[in-house]
Structures are given as structure tokens and as C-alpha cells.
């Protein structure tokens, strides 16, 4: 699929990014368009995601993506350090990347395949200051060049909070936000992870509600300002955060 064949298909995306106030210019629908192309090509051989008609990628992806901006301040979206933290197919760093150019973003995926994903996706859109992590984020929180490093740490489908806090809040810098995209009915898996959150160095979460357009399901984003340094030793040896997560 060529772009221009598939730029006039990227209607709802458009239409999605007025609602949010996010402005789109030619060259940004052109990489929206190449992502999908990219996209639905890797897919027949790299299991990326189960979500590949064009309307569901631009709902389902593009704009839910697009939704952790109205969360963030205009400086993390315009100059911040930036971390995905199990990023997959690139949603929601990539999508943010596109509109932000000036973001600085780090992808990090535990899964070699989509590892190479990312990086052919990141030539292939001609994207800059962009770089890719291969690793469990258990391991690579210990890397003095990542651990309390970023501004903004993303996480799409990752883990229950109180195990996803474990993994993410260590990269933040006191300060730093946590976006955690979350849908349905959250309050007991937050409550949960109270004890987590606080341990990590977080503030109590706010939660945002998502209003986008197709976006249904009860979709939020929980929001965690880290506040004070997360003690050494965290987070625990891989699989750890999820097999026994802090205060169960």
C-alpha cells in the first residue's frame, strides 16, 4: 500500500486529533500512513497485535495513543526524555513521537522480534532521537544510563498497577510522570497498588478519563508523579513484580 493510497483512509485518525486538539500536518499523516503500511506488512510474519483493520489501527492505536498528551506538560511533549516501557509495535511512543517531534524517545521491548520491529519501523519513518532497548525492564532499571533518567515513563497493556509500578517508576526522575493506559473498572487494581506506588516513590495516582472519539470500554490513564528516589534493590530479579507484587 502505497501513501498515497492510504493517506485519504486516515479520516478518523484526523478527525480524532481536531476533537483532541492535536494539530496533523502532511508530512506527520504521511508517517501515520507508512506505520500502518509497516504495520500490517510485519504483521503476516511478527505476531505485533491483533488489531490491524485501518479504522481499528487509527482508533484503537493512533488515537489512543494520542490521548497520554493531554496528560503531559508542554515541555515533556516538546523537548522531554521519554521512555515506552514494553512497547511492542511502537504504540503509544511511536504514534506521540510522530506528532512530537522533539520529544526524545526510548522504546523498550523484551521480545527480539519486535525489537527489529521498532528499529526498521524508526528507519523506515525516518524518525530521530529515537532509541531502542532490547530487555526485560528488570534488568535494564539497573543501567545507571536509564534508571532515573526520563521525564515521562509510558506503559500500554503491561501489567496489573502494582507490578507495572515496580517495572516503570524506577526510570523516572523525581518529578517525572507515570501514563498508565488503563479501561473497565480499575479501582480495586489501583487500591492494590498503593503500597507499590509509595514504596517506588510515588505520589497517589490521579486518573484521567479518556474522551476520544471510538475509544469505549471505560478507558482511563492513571497518573503517578514520582516524588522521591526508588530505594536500591527495586525493581526485584525478572518476574518477580508480577508473580508477587508489593504489598499481597
Known amino acids: 500500500m502505497s501513501t498515497q493510497e492510504a493517506s485519504p483512509k486516515l479520516n478518523l485518525l484526523l478527525d480524532?486529533?481536531?476533537?483532541?486538539?492535536?494539530?496533523?500536518?502532511?508530512?506527520?499523516?504521511?508517517?501515520?500512513a507508512r506505520y500502518f503500511a509497516t504495520l500490517a506488512d510485519w504483521n503476516q510474519r511478527v505476531n505485533l497485535t491483533s488489531i490491524i483493520e485501518p479504522d481499528a489501527v487509527q482508533t484503537l492505536h493512533y488515537l489512543d495513543s494520542l490521548?497520554?498528551?493531554?496528560?503531559?506538560?508542554?515541555?515533556?511533549l516538546q523537548s522531554g526524555r521519554v521512555l515506552d516501557v514494553g512497547a511492542g509495535a511502537g504504540f503509544p511512543g511511536v504514534?506521540?513521537?510522530?506528532v512530537f517531534p522533539g520529544m526524545h524517545l526510548a522504546l523498550m521491548e523484551a521480545t527480539g522480534k519486535k525489537v527489529t520491529f521498532l528499529q526498521h519501523l524508526v528507519d523506515h519513518l525516518e524518525l530521530t532521537d529515537v532509541d531502542v532497548h532490547l530487555g526485560r525492564a528488570e534488568d535494564l532499571?539497573?543501567?545507571p544510563a536509564l534508571r532515573e533518567s526520563f521525564d515521562?515513563?509510558?506503559a500500554r497493556g503491561l501489567a496489573k498497577m502494582a507490578a507495572l509500578v515496580e517495572l516503570t517508576l524506577p526510570f523516572l526522575k523525581p518529578g517525572g510522570l507515570l501514563v498508565a493506559h488503563k479501561k473497565g473498572d480499575i479501582d480495586a487494581e489501583v487500591h492494590d497498588a498503593t503500597k507499590a506506588i509509595r514504596v517506588m516513590g510515588g505520589?497517589?495516582?490521579s486518573i484521567r478519563e479518556v474522551n476520544a472519539p471510538g475509544l469505549t470500554g471505560g478507558r482511563v490513564l492513571v497518573i503517578v508523579e514520582k516524588v522521591s528516589p526508588t530505594p536500591v534493590g527495586y525493581p526485584r530479579r525478572a518476574g518477580m513484580p508480577a508473580k508477587q507484587p508489593i504489598g499481597k
Request: some cysteine; charged content about 25%.
Open 16 to 32: 480524532g486529533c481536531k476533537e483532541l486538539g492535536i494539530p496533523i500536518d502532511e508530512h506527520q499523516e504521511q508517517q501515520f
Open 67 to 76: 490521548t497520554v498528551a493531554g496528560a503531559l506538560p508542554t515541555e515533556s
Open 95 to 98: 504514534p506521540l513521537k510522530i
Open 141 to 143: 532499571a539497573k543501567d
Open 152 to 154: 515521562v515513563v509510558l
Open 203 to 205: 505520589k497517589p495516582p
